[in-house]
């Protein structure tokens, strides 16, 4: 699945990092509505991962709860501690002026007056057992009879921060974990304060220090490069490496995977001693990494490759309302100005043309837009999905408020009006879709969008074969880079006729389907059932007959699936959201005896990380069957002009280790 193109990259630390996760969905972050997308970090999610929010120079990484989450390579902005953004529900009807107020220079004020947030039901855990992970101290948690909400884990400090949903929770965890005793750890807990909004916090520095203008300061621009032309400052947020010759852009994406491909070498060595000589000899002979790396594949379209964009609506640097774009930096940084896309490379005409359409709209609207700050105001984003036809999605997401039904229909009312007879009708959408968006409290699921006109859905050509894209279903957002891709998992899965291909977090089935008429059966797995709506009437558009596909999390369904398949010829290709599967389903893959070939496409390598080192583990009670080594590797560029390219790993199971 997809990376984020502008996600900036950091290198894997040597010291442990810390490693939290959302137990539950929460009221948005303040940082959230440009991260939706980042929810699906989770290990177990095989939905879309990939989306405008992207075009962003956000690091941040919430992990929602997936009983057994990855380490982060960098810390996620849910957290409890620090600099961590602190929730802020309860942001409805808060009202403060621009400037001036003490609320505006009060980090803590999101946390007082009664509002609601977890933060003020929040602790601290001390003298945790080393290396202690977040899922072995939920589960822990949970068996002790309590329902953590957020945890933290601080493992070069051994601490962890936990917030809870009410009061009564937080005092029955004080009474349970201090002195509880864990893996010879007496643990000791206390109250933690809120953590400070990030946003409110630079502002306040800002305003202490006199430094940049009184309007940079009430805006909270925080960005190093804020002396920069507007222009300048979108497209090294956007395209980081817009102005680097792309030869020079493939370079500097092969010696990334590179640094990965050494780590991975080391650390086999370090956690399987039975292929320790192997890894010697490998390094010695590639370069110190643990197997050969092929020649990066570039992409065949450099610029408007794009075919899905989220943008924002926000306030303009220059202070214009409702300007609908992408954001110049992280809310944890201070910034939440938002700036018109229209000189981003790799967006395609059409998507700019949508925003154009669609800011005149909001032009003649009488309702505001979404202040990420305050949790005020409506209009909050706008997608647009398009394809290298004339077909176009857009996804108006709209904020109710407190409006009444009668209120909400009126402005899908006026929506669909504008769109069909009004001044927007020959815009060329095919597909208009409303979501009306709430603040959630835990459990919540995300609301549905509603079609205002048009089709439920486009349909995109790739590899002469026909796929249908629907509003929530994953697709690669190169078509064109994506051919390449799939050409090459296909060309390293070395199947057969009888072969039976695994493909697991397959949305809406492009690699399984391409592979299906060179193989007897193609079984999918994919979390999002609209992905799996979408894959079935695609095998049927294409004519294929041996194509199954199955919904659910990846832990869940692959257990019995895998003995179904015993005996089979089996190969297994996975195409996981940033973070990788599941520790569970590398345990099944590992425990499935006649799956000797796997081929890992991954959109952020280092993120991946335990992924690969989890199959390359020697065999235990957790990890049974031999283990896999790496065989080859190649990077594949989906996104010029950005850090990021896909890394496809092929994995060989040994005899014995």
């Given amino acids: 699945m997809t990376d984020t193109p502008t996600m900036e990259r950091t290198e894997l630390q040597n010291e442990p990092v810390s490693v939290e996760g959302t137990i539950s969905e929460d009221l948005p972050l303040p940082q959230k509505d440009q991260e939706e997308e980042e929810n699906t970090d989770k290990a177990n999610v095989c939905a879309d991962p990939d989306s405008s929010s992207d075009m962003k120079a956000e690091t941040c990484k919430e992990r929602e709860d997936s009983g057994d989450a990855l380490p982060a390579n960098e810390s996620a902005a849910v957290g409890c501690h620090r600099d961590q953004v602190p929730e802020k529900e309860g942001g409805e009807g808060e009202t403060t002026s621009a400037t001036g107020t003490s609320d505006d220079l009060d980090p803590y004020a999101y946390a007082k007056d009664g509002k609601y947030t977890t933060e003020n039901f929040k602790i601290e855990v001390r003298n945790l057992p080393r290396y202690a992970g977040f899922a072995q101290f939920k589960k822990r948690m949970v068996n002790q009879g309590l329902m953590p909400h957020k945890v933290k884990i601080i493992q070069r400090d051994n601490i962890a921060f936990v917030a809870f949903r009410c009061e009564e929770d937080r005092q029955k965890a004080l009474e349970v974990l201090n002195s509880h005793v864990w893996k010879g750890c007496s643990l000791s807990a206390s109250k933690s304060n809120p953590a400070a909004d990030p946003l ?297 006729k009888d072969s039976t291909v695994l493909d697991v977090c397959c949305g809406t089935g492009t690699i399984g389907l391409t592979l299906a008429k060179h193989v007897k059966k193609v079984i999918g797995v994919e979390l999002c059932q609209q992905a799996v709506e979408d894959a079935k009437v695609n095998a049927n558009i294409n004519g294929i007959d041996n194509a199954e596909f199955l919904c659910g999390k990846a832990e869940d369904i692959l257990p019995d699936l895998v003995r179904r398949l015993y005996g089979t010829e089996l190969v297994a290709v996975v195409d996981p959201p940033r973070a990788g599967l599941h520790t569970r389903v590398i345990s099944v893959l590992r425990k499935c005896s ?45 996104f010029p002009h950005t850090r990021h390219s896909e890394l496809i790993i092929q994995f060989d199971r040994t005899q014995s280790t």
Wanted: charged share 30%.
């Fill in 200 to 496: 409110v916090k630079k502002r306040k520095e800002r305003e202490e220090s006199g430094a940049g203008s009184s309007q940079k300061r009430a805006r909270g621009n925080d960005e190093d490069d804020e002396d920069l032309p507007v222009k300048d400052r979108l497209l090294l947020a956007v395209t980081p490496l817009w102005n680097v010759p792309y030869e020079e852009q493939l370079k500097q994406k092969t010696e990334s995977q590179k640094v990965v491909l050494g780590k991975l070498s080391r650390a086999i060595e370090n956690v399987n001693p039975g292929l320790g000589s192997w890894v010697v000899q490998q390094r010695k002979q590639y370069d110190s990494m643990c197997c050969k790396l092929e020649d990066i594949t570039p992409s065949p379209i450099l610029n408007n490759y794009r075919n899905k964009n989220e943008f924002n609506i926000g306030i303009s640097p220059e202070g214009k309302e409702k300007t609908i774009g992408f954001r110049l930096g992280r809310y944890k940084g201070g910034s939440c100005t938002v700036v018109s896309p229209y000189d981003c490379p790799n967006l395609p005409d059409t998507a700019k043309d949508m925003v154009r359409i669609f800011q005149t709209y909001l032009e003649q609207s009488t309702r505001s837009g979404y202040d990420t700050e305050k949790h005020q105001g409506h209009w909050k984003q706008l997608t647009v999905r398009t394809t290298q036809g004339s077909e176009v999605m857009v996804m108006v997401q709209f904020n109710v408020q407190d409006l009444s039904e009668e209120e909400i229909d009126r402005e899908k009312q006026l929506l669909k009006d504008y769109f069909s007879t009004g001044p927007g009708k020959d815009c060329g959408i095919t597909s208009l879709f409303f979501q009306a968006h709430k603040q959630r409290r835990p459990g919540d699921e995300e609301a549905s969008h509603q079609l205002l006109l048009g089709k439920e859905f486009i349909q995109e050509k790739l590899l002469r074969m026909t796929f249908r894209i629907s509003p929530d279903a994953f697709f690669q957002v190169n078509t064109l880079a994506a051919e390449v891709l799939y050409s090459k998992v296909a060309d390293w899965c070395d199947f057969t």
């Fill in 594 to 638: 006649n799956l000797t070939k796997l081929v890992y496409v991954s959109c952020n390598s280092q993120s991946a990380m335990p992924n690969f080192i989890d199959l390359c583990r020697p065999t235990s009670n957790k990890f049974k069957g031999p283990a896999f080594r790496p065989m080859r590797a190649v990077p594949v560029d989906l």
